[in-house]
Structure formats: structure tokens, C-alpha cells
């Protein structure tokens, strides 16, 4: 078993082969130098098939937007692979990069931070049009048809992003994002800035633009119930690697890693009976400094498992980092851990 997930028969539309990034620290000197790094991704690898919804999980920090954006190459990876439809995108020229926008774009988390003020919601939306030579004489009307797309008034187009609410901007980037006809949306934390009312509303539309357009989503995110909602298969990230990747109904139901366990056991249970009398798995410490992570398995420092493991099995955690492969459960439940089993 690979560190890779594909899925039998079909070719992956995305796939990313131990992804590293790392930012340098510079001394505080006159002369700068380089006396460390940053490891920010360290070796992640997943698979993304065509029309599959991938969400990439994990504490803030953990380096899910980092990957997201060396994806796109908005922030060159310092080694490993990013193919899309086969091709390397760490390997493309500027032209090539321009061109692969149009089948490769993001949606960012902020709606408003990611909208120009200045200028009125059409012009937004016919941005990317425009810089890849596409808006003609039809140009108005490929706008007034992306807005209807997402679930807003044409007739608003002549307004600025302010006058809209949290939800509507967050449309109106979503229409930028599909004005190029693309075949796999990043999706960088869609909705963590919006009210949960407002949430459902933008989950079902990236739901049914997927059925429509056939897309393939890669979903950052924190929040594990959206995720459980959206996603197809799960990657739950600490500290720069992945620990756990599986289909969602597995790793929701089978979870391995004890940090996955504990993610799960936050979410809230809508029955407040059931909510008082479920156990809860409590991740004690701090996050240790992505500058110096531990050795062996990163996760050591704060694992529950790990507490009751004998000295010689804990000696292990230390010394030797987990390889993230089946262990027991098959169907690409992967997991990076010493002492799980099916």
C-alpha cells in the first residue's frame, strides 16, 4: 500500500507526491543568514479523482492553506509533486502557469479581503475574463449568467462588494472562481467567516455547481461537521504531514489516529443528553513550533495513546516516525501510527 489514494480504474485529475515547504528564518543580524526553517508541509501526498471532494483538515497552523496554496503555486513548494491531468505544475514556465489558472482556481476565506472595493461586482466577476482574453461581446452576458449560476440578481451588478452581505461575497468569489470553466476549485476555508445560517446556504451550492460542472473540490477547512457534510474523502493534517486519510464514512465511523479521535470527539452532538454523557478525548499541551518539530511521530508530545503505552513502545514514538499506510482496515484508510489496528 502506497502513502497515495487512488482509487481503483480511474485516474486521478490532481495529485500531490510528498509535498515539502519550508520558509527560511533569517538571522536578526546586519548580515542576514538563514538559520533554520519554517517546516510548514513536510511530504504530503493525496490523490483528488475527477467530480471527488477532498477536505484537508486540522488545527489552525497545521499547514492546510500552506498546501492549498503551493498547490496553485501562489507559494513555490520547495520540493515534491503537483500533477495535475499528469503535468508538474512545480515544473511549468509563467506561460504555462497562466494557462493551467484556467483549468486550477481558488476561493479564499475571507470574502471581502479577496474582493477589489473599487470596482462593481461585473467587473470582479469578468476580471479572469478578461486577463486571459475571454471577454468578448458576450462578456456581459457571460457575467449576468455566473451570477444566476450562484444565486444573484444580475441587475446588482453595477454595485460594490460592500453592499452585499457575507454570503453574497462569498458568491461573488465563488463566480470569479468558476468565470474560467475550471476543473478543480481549492476552496481555502469557504465558510469559516460566515454565520451557520449563512453556511448551509454556501455548502449546497458548491454541492449542486459540483453536480452541474462536474468539479473537483479541494476543501480546507477546521470545522470537522462541514467537512463530514461535503467531503468524499478525508486528510487530517498535524504539524505538516498528514496522520489520517480515508473515505469520509470510515474515518468518521473507523477513525485510527488518536489525534483524529479527538477531532471527532469535539464535534458538538445536537442532543444535549447524549452531548453531557459522551466522553470527550482531551488533547493536553501546546502545539510544539513547526520550527522544531519533534522527532518519530509528531504527535507524541500530546497523544493520549501514548500515555498508556509501555517504556519501551513510547521509546518507539521517539525514535521512529509512523509511515502512513493500511493498517488493517483497507478500502485507502491510511493511517501514521506505531499501535493502531483494525
Not at 56 to 74: D, F, N
Not at 283 to 294: E, I
Amino acid at each position: 500500500m502506497t502513502t497515495t489514494d487512488t482509487t481503483a480504474g480511474a485516474e486521478p485529475i490532481l495529485s500531490v507526491r510528498n509535498l515539502v515547504k519550508e520558509f527560511p528564518i533569517k538571522s536578526a543580524s546586519v548580515v542576514r543568514r538563514t538559520i533554520g526553517a519554517v517546516h510548514a508541509v513536510s511530504g504530503v501526498s493525496f490523490d483528488i479523482q475527477p467530480g471527488q471532494t477532498l477536505g484537508l483538515v486540522g488545527e489552525s497552523g497545521c499547514g492546510k492553506t500552506t498546501t492549498s496554496r503551493a498547490i496553485l503555486h501562489l507559494q513555490p513548494a520547495t520540493s515534491g509533486e503537483v500533477l495535475f491531468q499528469g503535468r508538474d505544475v512545480t515544473k511549468m514556465s509563467k506561460g504555462e502557469l497562466r494557462r493551467m489558472r484556467r483549468d486550477m482556481q481558488i476561493v479564499f476565506q475571507d470574502p471581502y479581503a479577496s474582493l477589489n472595493p473599487r470596482i462593481t461586482v461585473s467587473e470582479i466577476i469578468a476580471e479572469p475574463l478578461r486577463i486571459h482574453g475571454l471577454y468578448g461581446n458576450d462578456g456581459p452576458g457571460q457575467v449576468a449568467e455566473l451570477m444566476r449560476l450562484v444565486g444573484l440578481n444580475p441587475e446588482h451588478g453595477n454595485r460594490f462588494p460592500h453592499e452585499f452581505s457575507g454570503g453574497q461575497r462569498q458568491r461573488i468569489g465563488i463566480a470569479r472562481a468558476l468565470a474560467l470553466k475550471p476543473k478543480v476549485l481549492v476552496l481555502d476555508e469557504p465558510v469559516s467567516a460566515l454565520d451557520v445560517s449563512i453556511q448551509a446556504g454556501v455548502i449546497n451550492l458548491l454541492e449542486d455547481l459540483q453536480d452541474e460542472l462536474g468539479l473537483a473540490y479541494l476543501f480546507v477547512a477546521h470545522d470537522l461537521s462541514v467537512v463530514r457534510h461535503i467531503a468524499d474523502r478525508v486528510a487530517v493534517m498535524y504539524l505538516g504531514k498528514i496522520v489520517e486519510i480515508a473515505d469520509g464514512n470510515s474515518l468518521f465511523e473507523r477513525s485510527q489516529h488518536p489525534y483524529t479521535q479527538a477531532l471527532i470527539s469535539a464535534i458538538p452532538i445536537p442532543d444535549p443528553r447524549r452531548e453531557r454523557e459522551r466522553e470527550r478525548i482531551i488533547v493536553q499541551g501546546d502545539v510544539p513550533s513547526p520550527a522544531d518539530p519533534p522527532s518519530g511521530c509528531r504527535f507524541r508530545t500530546r497523544c493520549p495513546l501514548r500515555m498508556t503505552l509501555s517504556e519501551t513502545d513510547a521509546a518507539r514514538c521517539s525514535a521512529e516516525e509512523p509511515e502512513l499506510r493500511d493498517r488493517g482496515l483497507g478500502a485507502g484508510h491510511l493511517t501514521a501510527c506505531h499501535f493502531v489496528e483494525a
